[in-house]
């Protein structure tokens, strides 16, 4: 337990590294693909680039969760990520060839997608017995995600090659802001260790992690591709900004108050709600043209992404092992981020230029509209199992 957690007072340290690498991210999964296409990749380019990157965080995102359940104290091994980011994001100024940036876009992902399953498992773990809610601390991510997204599309100005010196610079604030985190402590010494199976073993939690996955593959395509659909129907770098600060800015107001909607509502009704929204959002992105509709549409993306990630979430830190913690977050993350990644990565990239953003987010509606009819099916009677 945190230091945070022993005296009652509010965990800045925690609430920092969230604000700092969601600003991070913010830059580099918006403007990543923008800067690729300017220096003259394709879509399908750019998908190959995705798709094969994704194979290599597949296995490294995996060896992470496990160093960090493993590890003396867990906070060392997201050090090292952040060291190994900064590195990494630098070394994009060094080539504009296709084979060595897609080799960079590898490395980097390895190294900095898998720090927020661990970081949420340190988050986690240090608020036990916390007055503080998970929301409360995730809402620095927020805020870090909204303000940058905004503030930096008018800093690039359509020039996309500063933002590697700019993550990198966010992610030596984290590597500073991690150091005042009190450690949590991982299960190195202990005799008797957890399988993976048991995760897998909980049928719940892998239905669960199923239905985030079908919520990760509509999700991996918005943010893979539907910003070049953007420009190409009259936006541009300031509105891209704008668009990705209605996503972020909606969760704010969920992240408060995510915890009593739960309490009030059930796990259940909270992630059918979020999966008819998700449905009606990649719906109305099928069909409007305007930039500004559109923006105003991703606001639905708030309740949708904050129920399902706060679900997920806490039900793993309450139903695995402790010593199986990282593994589980680090396994939900893969399916729903790096798994979808995969999937529609080179084939996003190569449905786009063949049928063009619009068909593929109708598609991404029917598919989390089916997912969400069968676990509303599914999930009848079973409150108890579902719950944390």
């Not at 969601?22 to 798709?51: P, R």
């Not at 309490?263 to 709600?273: E, H, R, S, T």
């Not at 997912?371 to 199992?385: D, H, I, P």
């Amino acid at each position: 337990m945190g230091r945070e957690s022993k005296d009652g007072s509010f965990p800045t340290g925690l609430f920092c590294v969230y604000l700092v690498y969601f600003s991070g991210q913010a830059i580099y999964n918006t403007y990543l693909n923008l800067y690729l296409a300017q220096i003259g990749f394709t879509a399908t380019q750019i998908g190959s680039i995705i798709s094969i990157s994704t194979v290599a965080l597949l296995a490294a995102q995996t060896l992470w969760g496990i160093l960090s359940d493993r590890a003396r104290v867990k906070n060392r091994v997201v050090c090292f990520l952040y060291l190994a980011s900064i590195l990494s994001a630098l070394g994009f100024y060094l080539t504009r060839s296709y084979w060595p940036v897609v080799l960079l876009v590898a490395v980097f992902g390895a190294c900095f997608v898998p720090i927020v399953p661990l970081n949420d498992n340190i988050t986690l773990e240090s608020l036990v017995n916390s007055k503080w809610d998970y929301g409360w601390i995730r809402m620095g991510g927020t805020i870090g995600y909204a303000v940058t997204v905004v503030l930096i599309g008018y800093f690039l100005r359509d020039e996309y090659s500063a933002i590697f010196w700019i993550v990198a610079a966010a992610m030596g604030l984290c590597l500073l802001f991690s150091l005042t985190i009190p450690p949590v402590k991982g299960f190195r010494n202990e005799k008797k260790k957890s399988s993976v199976r048991e995760i897998l073993s909980n049928r719940t939690l892998v239905v669960l992690i199923a239905f985030n996955l079908i919520y990760g593959l509509g999700n991996s395509f918005f943010y893979s591709f539907y910003s070049l659909h953007f420009v190409q129907i009259g936006g541009n770098s300031r509105l891209v900004g704008w668009m990705m600060f209605a996503c972020s800015v909606a969760e704010a107001p969920c992240l408060m108050f995510m915890h009593r909607l739960v309490k009030k509502m059930g796990v259940a009704k909270v992630l059918i709600l979020a999966g008819v929204l998700t449905c009606v959002r990649w719906s109305l992105l099928y069909y409007l043209t305007d930039p500004v509709l559109i923006i105003v549409t991703n606001l639905l993306h708030g309740f949708s992404y904050t129920g399902i990630t706060y679900c997920l979430l806490n039900y793993i830190n309450r139903r695995v092992p402790p010593d199986l913690r990282a593994s589980g977050q680090v396994l939900n993350a893969t399916m729903s981020t790096v798994f979808s990644k995969l999937i529609f990565g080179y084939i996003g990239g190569a449905a786009f230029e063949l049928w063009g953003a619009g068909s593929m987010m109708a598609c991404s509606a029917i598919t989390i509209g089916a997912a969400t009819l069968f676990f509303a099916v599914w999930s009848r009677g079973k409150q108890e199992s579902l719950s944390f």
